[in-house]
């Protein structure tokens, strides 16, 4: 049986005050090591902040997430920043490099935020991560003088850097064009193949979603439809998914 990594129950989340507003209605999850799966809903169903929680960046109302076993409840916010850091990944939508910086710096920035300096193996890890999503031209460069596509791949290095067992990704290519949109998703998926990365992927893309291994649907803060699609036809599978926006 395959090792659960993340188990998310009954997830209450409510914002606002003085009178709450509850976006999340209880949430079961569980998603095993090596899985790949793409999170959809219409907007405002709730994506965002799930994900925001499950990766220890916002905390619920109630319920718990539990990863590899660990009650993230349990953890001090320094705790689970040190956790965080150790064990995920995050791609936004808008990649958040710091623009300063070269290419090769950005993607050492996880590695930084623990240890402070790169030695010489931070610094390979981090060549290499750029050789994988074809940026090693680029690492000298300043982040902000390189291409939309290409800040996401870097994004996409930066996330890998401490070699974590999760990555979350929100709408990683929402803001791409459709060749660097399939660029950014074979990237994903050859990691995923080659190192067992699970990934949690919000997408309002329908090709992305129907490649992943599972689909799961929030809709109004509640999982409507969570099913395996590995091996099925988009096509066929059109009548039964609604449209994605
Ligand atoms: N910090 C916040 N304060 C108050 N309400 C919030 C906050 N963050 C999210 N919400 C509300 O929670 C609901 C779910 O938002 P969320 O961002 O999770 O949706 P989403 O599914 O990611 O949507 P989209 O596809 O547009 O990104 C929305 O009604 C939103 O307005
Ligand atoms: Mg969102």
Do not use: W
């Not at 590899?68 to 995920?88: C, P, S």
């Not at 920035?109 to 060549?127: E, Q």
């Not at 074809?134 to 290095?157: F, M, P, T, V």
């Amino acid at each position: 049986m395959a090792d659960t990594l993340l188990k998310a129950k009954a997830i209450i989340k409510e914002f606002g005050a003085p009178v709450p507003t509850r976006v999340l209605h209880g949430i079961d999850l569980s998603i095993e090591c090596g899985e790949f799966c793409a999170l959809i809903g219409n907007s405002g169903s709730g994506k965002s902040t799930l994900l925001n929680i499950i990766g220890a960046l916002d905390r619920p109302s109630g319920g718990q997430v539990f990863i590899e076993g660990i009650d993230l409840a349990g953890l001090t916010d320094d705790e689970l920043a040190f956790f965080r850091n150790q064990t995920m990944g995050f791609i936004f939508q808008f990649h958040f490099l710091l623009p300063q910086f070269t290419v090769l710096e950005n993607v050492l920035i996880p590695h930084l935020i623990y240890r402070g300096k790169a030695d010489k193996s931070a610094r390979d890890r981090a060549m290499y991560l750029l050789e994988q999503v074809g940026l090693l031209h680029r690492r000298d460069y300043k982040a902000n003088s390189i291409s939309g596509g290409e800040q996401q791949r870097a994004a996409i290095a930066r996330a890998l850097m401490n070699q974590p067992r999760l990555i979350l990704a929100d709408e990683p290519t929402g803001n791409l064009d459709s060749k660097n949109s399939a660029h950014i998703f074979n990237l994903m998926r050859k990691i995923n193949q080659e190192n067992q990365t699970t990934f949690l992927i919000v997408t309002h893309d329908r090709n992305m979603a129907f490649s992943a291994d599972r689909i799961i649907e929030l809709k109004d803060g509640l999982i409507v439809r969570d099913e395996c699609v590995c091996g099925q036809d988009p096509n066929q599978m059109l009548a039964v998914i609604e449209p994605l926006y």
